[in-house]
């Protein structure tokens, strides 16, 4: 089983920054992609930005504005979230995929974290 727990959510006036992240943890082999999802009121979720084997693709709406690294040490993915406007505001879900050491593909998300952008 994999767990992932997220932080860095909350509070930011439009133009601010925040810095999201999320760790994995459990019996993980491998990961091979770990990404961000966004889920704003009565929308579905979509993607923001994802790390293929450190190799970075994101949404439009995200490009020039946002920046997923990893810490394949820590099992770990943070998003750093520039200049943010008002509809960037959505709850932000980590999602990890990989292979357990007892051979399992894996799809794992987080609790989800609150991102309100707003003066």
């Known amino acids: 089983q994999v767990q992932l727990v997220e932080s860095g959510g909350g509070l930011v006036q439009p133009g601010g920054s925040l810095r999201l992240s999320c760790t994995a943890s459990?019996?993980?082999?491998?990961?091979?992609?770990m990404g961000w999802y966004r889920q704003a009121p009565g929308k579905q979720r979509e993607l923001v930005a994802v790390?293929?084997?450190?190799?970075?693709d994101y949404a439009d709406s995200a490009k020039g504005r946002f920046t997923i690294s990893r810490d394949n040490a820590k099992n770990a993915v943070y998003l750093q979230m520039n200049s943010l406007k008002s509809e960037d505001t959505a709850v932000y879900y980590c999602?990890?995929?990989?292979?357990?050491?007892?051979?399992?593909?894996?799809?794992?998300w987080g609790q989800g974290t609150q991102v309100t952008v707003s003066s």
């Open positions: 999602n990890v995929k990989g292979r357990t050491r007892g051979g399992w593909e894996f799809a794992s």
């Open positions: 790390s293929y084997g450190g190799i970075p």
């Open positions: 459990g019996s993980i082999e491998r990961i091979n992609a």
